[in-house]
């Protein structure tokens, strides 16, 4: 059990963005809003999956829309309503919250109904990382329903998906009222069980996204290699490094799709890579060969310094290191990699684990 | 109080495609479906808002979509899904259930779920013609609160619309859920007392479908004129006869839009007149000239029979008459007018009632 501060924020922040691969939202601003939150409502209790109460009731609460809308409208307490309006359909209480993502704003997502409610978060989430589409957590691959959920605005609509068919549907359904709702919105997903959290949760996902955070600040501040910080705090290894030269981006069908091209600077010069997004990091090749898929993690962080490069943020001449992280294990079985390796994204390949 | 047996069902399918204005979804897919439900399930009782008594529970049905999809994706149970979507919700049971429009398949909608669940039905409903939008309803233009409203498809698929902050919003939010559910579904709204009916309902509206139904079919056995029957039934005057020369119509944003180009006849030589349609005809001009507008009602026949020709089925070389109805006083006062008046549907004009 821990508590997250407003001294925490910063390096949760840094540690989300590297772990959200990409997107999950944009980090900076997730982390002023928990800021807001903590400082009005007050610190709030890191419980682990173990820590958690045998009748705890646990919410997931997370943002969804495009990062390139949600860096310029920026969210207001709509996972709060969200929360509210699943405690009102479900007829049950909430006694903690769970994040969707750790990656990106939606590890610091949950702070905000947290601090609000006065309820614990879960040191864990349904990703270890970030993934663009609803349907795509853990909780949903070992047999969490994905619905009921609610999907709530700033404006004060709110919807309920009451049922789906397959969770893909609830994507669907829950992307359509996103997208009329400004591309931006949040969502609360019905309780789960103690042993729902414990079974299908990725674990201890907020303490490693701060411990990640640490170790970049610590050295930058000791003149320390920032990249060998992070690869010694989260086992994963350097994939390329170079200068942006292209980056093509479209908010399309609630999302943000494109690619950047990178090309190589010393050992890599004479290499270029291209990396494919939607909202998130999805396949790197250098020289059309592939280097590393979903569901690994494909990272970039300012080359100098170790801070994350989101996709909305990704503009020429940045120069950027790619690291890989393996994909935690829920993820790299058969019915994990159903819902999110290369195949569920339209990559006609197999996936091959990252060899770190 | 009255009964609809299958005997019915022609003449009101004829009635409620004369006061559909085009829309409401195909008259003669939903005299089929409602056929087969009371079949199976048994006649359906008609109570006069009157009739209803004081503790009524009553849930405004209907059929959502583009009525071009809907003549190829025919709806199934959804109607029903819905109701037992919003009575969880609301976790209230329906004693009655009433149409939202009377135009068109929506007419005998309430059928469905009434003769599965053994519900009357109320002789009245929300338009007491069709209008393309969710929230164009007099029940809402009122008071009635327009959510939480379910929406419910053919597999299995259901959402709730929980709260909006304006009717509008809710429209929107179902409309993009019916897009995703393949431009054809059914919605429920959350049950309504005796005393909402009768004070916000357009009344007596299934009575009046089967009434002009009949009248067309006792014209055409006797061999009168199927219009004079039609106008004798219901006042209205003919606005125009001709041709079909041109019709354009696209599917989009969920709705059947278009217009169509008649050239005169008889009387009506060398004049032209083009109507706008959004599922239901908005707007007729002959040669440049506004004769008639929403909410006044515009209903193309056949000219020699008397059947409606709803716009998914208007076609070159068809010889119509257009008739046009005063609408009913509900809708002709500012509150009405500025829901379902010319400028609600962007026409820069006044409306200006049809002298009959």
Redesign the interface.
Known sequence: MWQVTEDDLSAIATGAGILGTGGGGNPYIGQLRARQAIRKWGAVTVLSPEELPEDARVVCVGGIGAPTVGIEKIRDLQSYHALR?IEE?TGETATAIISNEIGGSNSVEPLIPAAIAGLPVVDADGMGRAFPEFQMKTFFVYGVPCCPM?VADE???????????TPH?AE??AR??T??MGCVACYAVAPMSAEQVRRTAIPNTLSLARNLGNAVAHARSSGSDPLEAILTTCPGRILFSGKVVDIERRTTSGFARGSVTIDGLEQYSDQRMVIDFQNENLIARIDEEIICTVPDLICAVATDVGEPVTTELMRYGLRVTILGFPAPELWTTPEGLAVAGPLAFGYDTEYRALQV
């Open positions: 309006a359909y609610a404006k004060g609509n709110s919807v309920i998906i009451r049922e789906t068919i549907w669907r359904l359509a009222t997208i009329q």
